[in-house]
């Protein structure tokens, strides 16, 4: 068995580091393998064993990086961390930076004090944040020789050394008029400025998943042996009872079993009013209780509450990569080295064209700090951190990046109806009785049949039966009738609940009801008919109330040039009579269970199709679809077959989850082409195509650090987007 891991990485500077990675841990054989998120600093790694886990971080931090199992509570702790340490490594570098800062002044017609510009002072200065910044030597070293690749280290490492061996060596033979020991250091202090820039925009980019684990509390009050103590949250178990009391956040899933309250569940519906609660009412881990004190059962504890749940769902997807992202990293994996291969060659060139191996230095020393394939390594999964961060602050849980391509490439949006268009509160409207059959005699034969089933439209009737005290009686050979209704026997007689069909299919006469049932389907109500002894004995109009937000969605979706379909079991005059009252035209109907997938299939000769449900039976069609979407308040079964899965349960969040699928695609894509367009346009200037207008190594490594805080910024805007 596979094991699984999630890993925190630190010490990462671009997207080839995290290539490295992968790379190192493949050649450890077919079994292990690691999928590393730059941005979020992230992996997940997988070995046959505890042992290969091991195996797999040791691996990582020979390569120079930190590596350390995440505890999913203390991950945003842990960058908080690495942002900490990196910015006192920053002042510290600033602090011994001053006199090679000051150096540059005569540059711009400043004089300073000549001691200031003593070689011997640049050389200690220099060689002090080299060793501050020796992470950068260690991991290039490590990229080359273990991974057998290069990174961003590589070039940083090659440029900086490049130039302070050449000074050093130029000391050591009495060569003092062409020293780079400035450039080395303020080298090293521009870039780890752009990368503690970096680092905290990357930080503001993860902090949706931060505000979902501080959601979780990290105590309760639990009844033991009939006494009230407080226990961590890792330590209760399924079954508790746990006391809440006003103010307090509840810690896991339950059922209220002792008082009432009334619950703040914004964080999960997204309404600022809260919830009433009473006895037998569900209460959810990270909810707020507002004002009585209540005692409730646990039902779903550690990792199975919603959200953990929420917060597994959305630290996956941040670890999936695009198929555009896989673009940028094979790019990136070959990038670096024809850098080194371009500054090579440039400086071969300056040379032969008669220029002194200083200026063919700078040329080398430029190309390669000017090069840095950073932004490019971020274009991709920072704007991923930032959509599905804010798709999970909505309630709209997108569980891997590849969708945001293929909602683009999709044209054809189809809905289920019951639960998905409607509320799933399904009400008997009427009942019409045959013969001499009273209307509680026919409620009473289809209850007694419908007790045996889960069907939606079973319970409504057995609710009504409830309500008007009727006596259900026993049936025996119960039958469920996929997509056509159910059968049994009661007091001997056969009995049968379902539609004209299958009334029709046991050769009993229906012509009755004709009238009846044309008249409620065109109400938009779904007509059941009932029989007993061979005999039609009456009908039951049921209908389920239109969500308050369907028509607006479905207004909104035809307005983003998509084709809106509605697939039900319904028949088609009732279905219709449902489409009309949210303006839809495209009606699928009497379609059974097992022919939803079968009819996406036909859709999908169109183009790409989007599938939206909530119950067991849209599982298949949710997985057929090229995109699945599961109402968040359906079964568990069509929330694992969804690619996004809508906590709250609206129609108009379907059109929100597109909106930020375009707006996240559309900031990759921007990113993406400001990333290219840098480098395309950084590397001839820093090869000396401007000659004699040249780029000043230092220059060059604040523009390169200010290229990647422009993709991250970028990404951030996604934030301020109303969807």
């Known amino acids: 068995m596979i094991m699984k891991h999630s890993v925190k990485i630190s010490g990462m500077h671009c997207t080839s580091c995290a290539l490295g990675i992968e790379k190192s841990v493949k050649n450890l054989g077919k079994d292990f393998n690691a999928k590393v998120n730059f941005a979020s600093e992230t992996a997940l790694i997988e070995a046959p064993d505890m042992k290969g886990i091991e195996k797999i971080i040791s691996i990582i931090r020979q390569s120079g990086y930190k590596a350390i199992i995440s505890d999913e509570h203390h991950e945003g702790h842990e960058h908080s961390g690495n942002v900490e340490a990196m910015k006192k490594e920053l002042i510290f570098t600033a602090i011994v930076s001053i006199p090679l800062l000051l150096s540059m002044l005569p540059l711009i017609g400043i004089m300073i004090p000549s001691f200031l510009m003593n070689h011997y002072l640049h050389f200690i200065v220099a060689s002090i944040i080299v060793i501050i910044n020796k992470g950068f030597y260690i991991r290039g070293y490590s990229a080359v020789f273990k991974a057998k690749s290069a990174s961003m280290d590589t070039l940083v490492a090659l440029g900086t050394g490049a130039a302070y061996i050449y000074s050093l060596i130029s000391i050591i033979f009495g060569q003092t008029s062409e020293l780079y020991f400035e450039i080395t250091g303020l080298l090293l202090l521009f870039i780890s400025l752009g990368e503690y820039l970096e680092a905290v925009a990357k930080k503001k980019s993860g902090d949706a998943i931060k505000k979902l684990i501080k959601l979780s509390p990290k105590e309760a009050i639990v009844i033991r042996n009939n006494k009230e103590i407080i226990v961590k949250i890792s330590e209760l178990e399924k079954g508790d009872l746990i006391i809440v009391k006003p103010g307090q956040k509840i810690p896991v ?8 309250s009334s619950v703040d569940e ?9 919830v009433e609660k009473i006895i037998g009412s569900q209460v959810i881990g990270g909810t707020i209780n507002k004002s009585g004190s209540f005692t409730f059962k646990a039902l779903k504890v550690g990792k199975d509450t919603l959200l953990q749940q929420i917060i597994k769902l959305v630290n996956e997807a941040q670890l999936s990569k695009a198929p555009i992202q896989r673009l940028a990293d094979k790019i990136s994996s070959i990038f670096v080295p024809a850098v ?30 000017i090069a840095c394939p950073c932004a490019l390594g971020l274009a991709t999964p920072t704007a991923i951190l930032v959509g599905t961060g804010k798709g999970a602050e909505n309630g709209i849980l997108i569980k891997d990046a590849s969708s945001f391509e293929k909602i683009k490439k999709a044209k054809i949006i189809v809905f289920d109806k019951t639960g998905t268009l409607t509320k799933n509160e399904i009400k008997v409207d009427s009942i019409i009785n045959y013969g001499r059959i009273s209307l509680n005699e026919v409620l009473a034969i289809a209850a007694s049949l419908e007790k045996n089933s889960e069907h939606p439209l079973a319970k409504a009737i057995m609710e009504k039966a409830k309500k008007e005290k009727i006596k ?6 119960f039958a469920n009738i996929e997509g056509y209704g159910v059968s049994g026997k009661i007091m ?9 069909g299958l009334i029709k299919k046991k050769g009993i006469n229906a012509e009755l009801s004709e009238k009846d049932v044309k008249e409620l389907e065109s109400k938009g109500q779904t007509v059941i008919l009932v029989a007993y002894g061979n005999k039609l004995i009456g009908l039951m109009g049921l209908s389920d109330e239109i969500k308050e937000d369907a028509e607006e969605a479905v207004s909104e979706l035809k307005k983003m040039n998509y084709s809106v379909y509605m697939i039900t079991g319904d028949n088609a005059r009732s279905a219709k009579a449902a489409a009309d009252k949210i ?3 495209n009606v699928l109907a009497e379609v059974l269970p097992k022919e939803k997938a079968d009819k996406i299939k036909e859709l999908q000769k169109k183009g790409g199709v989007i599938m939206v449900g909530d119950g067991v039976n849209d599982a298949v069609a949710l997985t057929q679809a090229d995109i699945g979407i599961a109402i968040g308040s359906g079964t568990d079964v069509a929330i694992e077959a969804g690619q996004i899965v809508l906590v709250k349960d609206k129609v108009m969040d379907v059109v929100k989850a597109l909106r930020l699928s375009n707006l996240t695609l559309n900031k990759i894509r921007q990113n993406l082409f400001w990333a290219f367009f840098y480098n395309t346009l950084g590397i001839p200037i820093a090869a000396g195509i401007l ?15 200010l290229s990647s805080v422009s993709v991250v910024t970028n990404s951030l805007l996604i934030n301020l987007k109303k969807i």
């Open 253 to 260: 899933d339950g059922v209220i079993i002792k008082g009432i």
């Open 266 to 274: 914004s964080m999960v519906t997204g309404e600022s009013m809260p």
């Open 340 to 369: 080194i291969v371009i500054a090579l060659i440039s400086s071969i060139a300056w040379l032969i064209l008669g220029q002194e191996l200083s200026f063919a230095l700078k040329i080398f020393v430029t190309i390669l700090v």
């Open 472 to 477: 259900i009686k026993e049936a025996h050979n």
């Open 492 to 500: 001997g007689k056969q009995a049968l609940v379902g539609k004209l």
């Open 583 to 585: 303006g839809l035209t």
């Open 691 to 705: 000659y004699p207008l040249l780029l000043n190594p230092v220059i060059a490594a604040l523009a390169m650090s």
